[in-house]
């Protein structure tokens, strides 16, 4: 991984210069922190403002490391996704995270991990979403602003009981994500491609593959985990599009042993193409509480129909269905009708008095 192959993914002509590769990277709000680091290792001259924004980019994927291993310690908890990845990448490369990613081994967890975030940091964004009924997983994902606010994007950190959401059709919730690192990471790159339609894989996931070609696969035994997470097409689409950039390296003999399991995942996707979609219940903020600190999950209240509430540790909220995505519930739903959002916090204010 170099920066000959940044101009390349970025559509960049080298002879324009570096200014240039880094005008293409601010189409994509992280990509210019990858791009600093790989001009400042070339040992390219830049003034104070880009050695500043570099620094602050270093500085949060600094803190995100720091606070994933604070809450593994205290909680259980544990980074997947973007951070495993930045790891991969070539000392000195600072690998664009845009928010940091948790999986809880159960819900007690994830809440105590919340708590101690919003304890610990100045959010401002609560987001919450509940995949399946019974039992159903909780995702939440808080918010707050950068040291830059306007400069940079806000700290985001997002918690799920569910490793893999699937896509809300026919590839199921996968609650444990249990490989090798890297293995994990190449799962998590295929599960990001369950968009349907899904766009072609942007400059920064052909990076992630290109930084996985370092690792060692075992080609089959890397296939059959693929397979057996649902996720043989994806991986597959993934690498033939990398291949078109980049060399494979271990990772070719990986695709050609996924070329077996296409056939049959299809066949289980158009069978459960059948059931329903599963759908999921996304939260509207109604109030910030103090914290719960005796609670250990969430509690339902629903004092007439059509106004289901979720009492959290942190926040409570008015429940809507939506559709259940591939990325997890990082969107926050819309404001509720008014009349409907002054039900619910009367019945809130009910609640408080029986309390």
Known sequence: M????????????????????????????HLPHLVLSALVRDGVRMGEPARAELRRARDRAAHYARL?????????????????????????????????????????????????????????HVDVSLLGERPHHTAVTVHWPAEDPLADPWYRVHLSTAALPGDGSTVPVRPYLVADEHVECLIALAESRLHRPAPPPGPLALLDVAALTGRSFDAAETAAVLAAYRLAPEAAALLDRAAEHLPLGPLAAVRAALARELAPEHRRRAA?????????????????TV????????????????????????????????????????????????GLRAAALRALHQWDALC
């Open 291 to 338: 914290i719960r600190h005796t609670w250990d999950r969430a509690r339902f209240l629903t004092p007439a129909a059509g106004t289901p509430l979720l009492l959290t540790p942190v926040a409570d909220f008015l429940l809507t269905p939506g559709p259940a995505g591939p990325a997890g519930p990082q969107a926050r739903s819309g404001p509720a009708a008014p």
């Open 272 to 288: 459960a193409s059948r059931t329903p979609p599963r759908l999921a219940r996304h939260g509207i903020l109604l109030r910030r």
């Open 2 to 29: 170099n920066t000959a192959l940044l101009y390349r993914l970025l559509d960049a002509d080298p002879a324009d210069g570096p200014a240039e590769l880094l005008h293409r990277a601010r189409s994509c709000r």
């Open 68 to 124: 994933a291993a604070d809450l593994a310690r205290a909680t259980g908890v544990r980074a997947i996704r973007g951070l495993p990845l930045a790891g991969c990448y070539p000392p000195g490369l600072l690998r664009p995270l845009d928010g940091l990613e948790l999986v809880a081994p159960d819900e007690a967890a994830l809440w105590q991990a919340v708590i101690r975030v919003v304890t610990d940091h100045p959010v401002e």
